[in-house]
């Protein structure tokens, strides 16, 4: 693929990069993201776990709200809050906390698959509840109709507003919508109904003085 055929490629993931992906498929998630959801899942409290954490984007969030946060992930960042590196969360346990233990997270989009049978294995051992953000069109595939139809798949939050775009780290410029519609996936230990659908538009829950 060419290097314009790549940047177009970007362009409509909802994603902006140069000649390449960043170090460790990294994008940091924007706060329009996850303010919604702690909004309307119930995390504040109680334990939770992200083992894609990065720079801390979805840990600081989780923080505020009252959560007890334990943050890794297979690649080592500069952060400013206790996180533990080196942890592949595709072979990893669980940490060792009082259950229930939530799992939030925005895999690597190259491991969203691996990180969602992962976490949905998890659950049995953790008995909370798995977030994982994707786009919305991940709900589609044959391959996939089998784990979505087998698995505890509480609510799928469906961001009615695009949410703005996920940039590289080093973004410095001007915020632009995404491309592409997103959704939490939500799945809730020994759910055993049909998926819910709700709608977030992300507007909604931003604090004053953001």
């Given at each position: 693929m060419s290097i314009t055929s790549t940047k177009i490629l970007a362009a409509h993931m909802g994603i902006t990069r140069d000649d390449g992906r960043p170090d460790h498929d990294f994008y940091e998630t924007v706060p329009e993201a996850v303010y919604p959801l702690l909004a309307v899942e119930q995390f504040g409290g109680t334990k939770v776990w992200e083992p894609?954490?990065?720079?801390?984007?979805?840990?600081?969030?989780?923080?505020?709200?009252?959560?007890?946060?334990?943050?890794?992930?297979?690649?080592?960042?500069?952060?400013?809050?206790?996180?533990?590196?080196?942890?592949?969360?595709?072979?990893?346990?669980?940490?060792?906390?009082?259950?229930?233990?939530?799992?939030?997270?925005?895999?690597?989009?190259?491991?969203?698959?691996?990180?969602?049978?992962?976490?949905?294995?998890?659950?049995?051992?953790?008995?909370?509840?798995?977030?994982?953000?994707?786009?919305?069109?991940?709900?589609?595939?044959i391959g996939r109709m089998p784990m979505f139809q087998n698995s505890p798949l509480y609510k799928v939050w469906v961001f009615s507003r695009r949410i703005p775009m996920i940039h590289r780290p080093e973004h410095t410029g001007k915020k632009t919508s995404s491309m592409l519609s997103f959704a939490w996936f939500v799945w809730k230990y020994g759910y055993r109904g049909q998926p819910k659908l709700g709608w977030l538009d992300w507007k909604d829950y931003m604090p004053e003085d953001k």
């Amino acid at each position: 693929m060419s290097i314009t055929s790549t940047k177009i490629l970007a362009a409509h993931m909802g994603i902006t990069r140069d000649d390449g992906r960043p170090d460790h498929d990294f994008y940091e998630t924007v706060p329009e993201a996850v303010y919604p959801l702690l909004a309307v899942e119930q995390f504040g409290g109680t334990k939770v776990w992200e083992p894609a954490c990065g720079q801390g984007a979805i840990v600081r969030l989780l923080s505020a709200a009252k959560c007890q946060v334990v943050a890794s992930d297979l690649y080592e960042y500069n952060v400013d809050f206790p996180a533990k590196f080196g942890v592949d969360f595709l072979i990893a346990k669980p940490p060792t906390m009082a259950q229930p233990l939530h799992i939030v997270t925005n895999p690597p989009f190259a491991k969203l698959q691996q990180f969602a049978e992962r976490g949905i294995f998890l659950l049995n051992y953790t008995h909370g509840k798995l977030a994982l953000l994707a786009r919305l069109s991940w709900l589609e595939g044959i391959g996939r109709m089998p784990m979505f139809q087998n698995s505890p798949l509480y609510k799928v939050w469906v961001f009615s507003r695009r949410i703005p775009m996920i940039h590289r780290p080093e973004h410095t410029g001007k915020k632009t919508s995404s491309m592409l519609s997103f959704a939490w996936f939500v799945w809730k230990y020994g759910y055993r109904g049909q998926p819910k659908l709700g709608w977030l538009d992300w507007k909604d829950y931003m604090p004053e003085d953001k």
